[in-house]
């Protein structure tokens, strides 16, 4: 049993799909207000949201670029003005090669445009909402975040030049979250998917990438969200500075 959300202000970066619109879910069927958050897929997200109110939840958009500082402090302001806390953040967010949007590439032939789009969303976006989110929960003395990072950011793989850098930034960030706050009622996690179902990377490198992952350890959406909510639970509560990963075996391969 999972206990400890309801009633609780929950915060998801890119929410639109994938396994940000089924951790928004997973957290409004347990009773969590939800806060859907993305800087592109506006209606998407906004779908997100919606789906959340037709369940009869709570729930409201806000767009944000998690690379940009200026818009993550006002996203976590909004947050506060609407709701009056942060409980939990989902720091989901992040791009990544699909081979159509952003190559796959060895790191002689990234391109700077390539890395910097890859970098500033999934290491400074984390960053910067890390920055905020802690700076309002040491105010109320209390909250859980966890991170999404990857098997990428575990093991690393050729080709994946600017990600699994990124990646493995994420879990470095996650840690030092978890020193400089765990006296201060603050918890920090990450999560470390494989490839997902229904994420348009792992969708496109299983036709681009020859030595891509089988089918069948592909992961579900859900299969991530219902380790974040325990992670965000009571029942996690001495679980701290931990990298999970959900991936069916596939990081002991």
């Known amino acids: 049993m999972i206990t ?7 915060v ?10 089924a951790t928004a879910l997973a957290f409004a069927r347990k009773g969590a207000k939800l806060v859907v958050v993305t800087g592109r897929s506006v209606a998407a ?4 949201a919606d789906q959340i109110v037709d369940m009869g939840g709570e729930a409201v958009f806000i767009k944000c670029d998690v690379s940009d500082e200026a818009q993550v402090e006002a996203m976590v302001a909004e947050v506060v003005a609407r709701f009056g806390r942060v ?20 790191l002689t032939d990234v391109t700077e445009d390539d890395w910097d789009s890859v970098v500033d969303t999934n290491l400074k976006g984390v960053f910067l ?26 093991q690393m793989k050729g080709g994946f030049g600017g990600y699994c850098p990124s990646k493995a930034g994420v879990i470095a960030l996650t840690k030092i979250a978890a020193i400089e706050n765990k006296d201060k009622g603050i918890r920090v996690n990450a999560v470390c998917p494989g490839p997902t179902k229904g994420t348009g990377m792992s969708d496109r490198m299983l036709s681009v990438v020859k030595d891509g992952p089988p089918l069948e350890v592909m992961g579900e959406p859900d299969d991530v969200a219902r380790v974040v ?19 069916g075996g596939l990081d002991i391969a």
């Open 87 to 106: 409980d939990f953040a989902f720091n989901n967010a992040g791009v990544g090669p699909d081979g159509v949007t952003i190559p796959f590439a060895p």
């Open 45 to 48: 997200a906004e779908e997100t």
């Open 129 to 154: 909402c890390l920055k905020h989110e802690l700076r309002q929960m040491r105010e109320q003395g209390s909250g859980a975040i966890v991170n999404t990072s990857s098997t990428a950011g575990i």
């Open 4 to 10: 400890g959300i309801e009633g609780k202000v929950a």
């Open 229 to 247: 909510i325990w992670l965000c639970s009571n029942e996690a509560s001495f679980v701290d500075g931990n990298v999970l990963a959900v991936d």
């Open 12 to 21: 998801v970066t890119g929410g639109a799909s994938g396994i940000g619109r």
